[in-house]
């Protein structure tokens, strides 16, 4: 007999991909979402749709996991500078979803699968880093069966470059030589859905192939133009420092942003979409604002 899913954070760039692979495979999904958008992007998908804001507690959720045998959850912040939805790293990542965990284990769910995010236990200096430990360390206390998915940036994460370039400056913080294999979006569900019944603690995943950001900088000017400027990273932190140039939301992205950047952030390849394939497949007018 097929178990019955819930989906926390269904309606993201990750969420989203990950319902419609489960819809194909006609597994039945109830989906968590917060916003108004959130619920007509997932409509087409399923019918038991939750909207609450799971950062407020448990009782906004209470026996949501009631029947539910596996929890995926890609709940989370937004990392991308262009999107401020109020609340903080620490408030969604770990508050809302250890609520999501809380019912569940009230309600004996036999299966959580988290996404994580690559660094989540190396750079706990960084509040995006340490709000995903923080849940990973609250699940792996829990009890319940799990599997952790750090990926690395998805595609999707690399639109505000896209964005800016549109805007006619891509800024690559240092000398650009440090390298990634960003994932689609798309492949990154596919890695997730495939851990839906058993799967390792944990596993890091990337995409096809390693780039360095420089390399991914230019692939961007020549899709979309703008021009590559390198920012030294003295400068970059003298930015995200000064509270008068940024509030505390996109000061927390930004350190993120040149962790990630500054640092190889290699998972297991997996998936075959190329970062070249995905700039072709964006229609500038549509999907950039
Ligand atoms: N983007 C990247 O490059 C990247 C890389 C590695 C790891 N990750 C991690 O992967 C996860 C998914 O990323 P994403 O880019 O798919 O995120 P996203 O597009 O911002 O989607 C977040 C999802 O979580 C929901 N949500 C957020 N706060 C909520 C709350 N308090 N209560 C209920 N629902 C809430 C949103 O609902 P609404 O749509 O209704 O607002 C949405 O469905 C995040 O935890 C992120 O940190 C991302």
Redesign the pocket.
Known sequence: MKKKILL?????????EVLKLLHDREEEVRA????????E?VGAYTQDIW??????GTEKIKDITKDISIVIS???????LF?N?G?S?V???F??NSNVLDDAVKNGVERFIY????GADKALEYE?AKS?KMFEDALQASGLNYTII?????F???NDLAIMAKRKVIPIVGDGHARTN?IH?KDLAKVVVDHLYEGPEIREVGGPLVHTRMEMAKMIEKKIGGKVIQVPEKVAEWGMFLPEMVDDDVSAKLKYFKFVTTNDMIGEKHGEITFEEYLNSLDLEKDLP
Do not use: C, M, W
């Open positions: 926390a954070g269904a309606s993201g760039a990750l969420g989203l968590l979402v917060h916003s108004a958008d959130g619920v992007k909207r609450a804001d799971a950062s407020e890609t709940l989370g912040k937004s990392v991308s999107t939805r609340k790293f408030e969604n990542d508050y809302a996404v994580s995010i690559k995006v995903h750090r990926p690395v940036g998805f999707s994460g690399l960003s979006q």
